[in-house]
Each structure stands twice: as C-alpha cells, then as structure tokens.
C-alpha cells in the first residue's frame, strides 16, 4: 500500500515536515536533505519518501534514514508564570535567580531533543506569562518583531488617574508614545498601543492594597522596559507588572508565581496559527 499522504500544513502541534525533523536532530542540511530524498535513503512507516513537505506524526510514525531509527520525540512546550526577582537568563546573578532553576536537569536537556529555552523575556521585577521549548522554530516566529505579536499586560499605577484624564492617556497610546531615554536604550516612540481601564479583580494580581489605578496595555513590540517608559512619559509610574497574554493565548490564573505546566493542544495549536 502506498504511503498515506498528510497534509502539506496542518494544526496538529506533532506534525512536523520531515526536512524540518532531519535538520533538527542535526542529520542533515537542506541540501543534504534533498540529496537523501532523491537516492530514495528515506523510510517512513516502510515506504519511501520523496518530498520534503512529508509529514511526520512525531508520537506514532517510525523513521529511517539509510537503516537508521531517526528518534522522534515531541517538542516540549510550557507555560510558566514568572515570579519577580526572577531573570530570564541562564545563569543567576548575585540578586536574582535565573527562572530555568526551577526546572529538573532532566527537562532542560531533554533526551533526542535540543535544550529547552525561554520564548523571549520579561523583566526581573515583572510576572507573568512566559513560554518556554525546545522547539527553536517556534520560538523564533514568536519574537520575531516583524510579526508584531501582540502581548498584554496587566499595569497597576501609583498615581490615580481620574476620569476626565483616562481618555488622553488611551489616545497618546493609541498615536504612539515618545519614551524617555533609559539606560542604553534612547528615546524613541512607540507603536501605536491598546490602554483600556479596569476594575481588577485581585486574580493576577500578587500586592496588596485597594487604591491603584489599573489597565491593560497590549503592545506589538518589546523595547527596553517599554510599558514602564510609556507610563513615565504620561508622568504616572508602574508599580506593578504582570503580562498577562500573548496573542490569544492567556495566562492560566490558576498557575501561582513560580509554577508552570504544559500547553494544551488547543494553546498550541492557536499560537502555531499565529506564525
């Protein structure tokens, strides 16, 4: 029987082409690729495979290249919610612990798979969403500033801003704001941004207090501390930080400071939608 042809894309987050397979479990280049693929060296489920845009089903389908077992194992795609005084670097410094030290060695560098990685950054004193895999083509289209991916974040201010002023500060976000500069990074002005005021629920939130002004902001770029040098140039400042999505995948409020689980399919299949 010939082999069943898949899909040339398809949501299913375990799919994968088989180029992208090879090339990842550092079998092969392109090139290389190609070669194998036209002196027929390639065996998935027993047939011989051809095109480069074959899929893969990564938990089911068995593949050979000249004889060989390939391992296929499914990228690891997680959730964590960022504590503060936590930074999103691989070593700890001598005030803040790096966030990969609450995951087991294990997991780091899983086996048949490249190390797991965070997905972009987040400030030391900022919370919230962050995602982390071993899948590095992932991770690349999502802090690609090309794709303007949008991310929210839940903002607690110090000074109260009063009604008749929460409109000027929506409309100086939606134009675009001029930041001050900041410590190696100068002034410039962001891309227009969405500010809408809330009467927050305690949910995200890890302070205590009743008297804060609360918004979110959705952004579609990541500048040096960006969403604090927007506040700063309205004359107000943020006392709390916390993203709280990115794109339409939300952070699980269920997750405490500090914990993480894997992405659903649904989760991932959404975030694959948007690269």
Not at 61 to 89: A, W
Not at 192 to 213: N, Q, S
Request: charged content about 25%; overall charge negative; proline content about 8%.
């Amino acid at each position: 029987m010939p082999l069943q042809k898949k899909p040339k894309e398809s949501p299913d987050p375990y799919f994968l082409k088989i180029d992208r397979i090879l090339i990842q479990y550092g079998k092969s280049t392109h090139r290389s690729v190609r070669r194998m693929l036209l002196n027929r060296s390639v065996i998935l489920n027993g047939e011989i495979v051809t095109s480069a845009s074959q899929l893969v089903d990564t938990r089911n389908d068995r593949l050979f290249i000249n004889g060989e077992q390939v391992p296929l194992t499914p990228h690891i795609y997680l959730m964590l919610n960022k504590k503060q005084d936590t930074v999103c670097s691989t070593v700890s410094g001598m005030l803040h612990t790096s966030v990969l030290e609450q995951f087991p060695p294990q997991m780091l560098n899983p086996p048949n798979l490249p190390p797991l990685h965070l997905v972009g950054r987040l400030d030391a004193d900022t919370e919230g969403l962050l995602l982390l895999t071993t899948d590095g083509h992932f991770s690349h289209f999502l802090t690609d500033p090309e794709k303007h991916i949008p991310k929210t974040y839940l903002v607690y201010l110090r000074d109260y801003v009063p009604p008749e002023e929460r409109e000027r500060y929506i409309k100086e976000f939606q134009q675009g704001v001029t930041v001050p500069p900041a410590t190696k990074s100068p002034s410039f002005t962001t891309k227009p941004a969405e500010l809408e005021w809330i009467e927050d629920d305690g949910k995200y939130c890890t302070i205590t207090g009743d008297d804060f002004t609360t918004c979110t902001v959705t952004i579609t770029e990541g500048k040096f501390h960006q969403v604090k040098r927007m506040f700063l140039a309205m004359g107000n400042e943020v006392i709390f930080l916390k993203r709280i999505a990115m794109g339409n995948l939300y952070l699980d409020e269920n997750l405490l400071p500090g914990q993480y689980r894997p992405l659903s399919d649904q989760e991932l299949s959404e975030l694959q939608g948007m690269v």
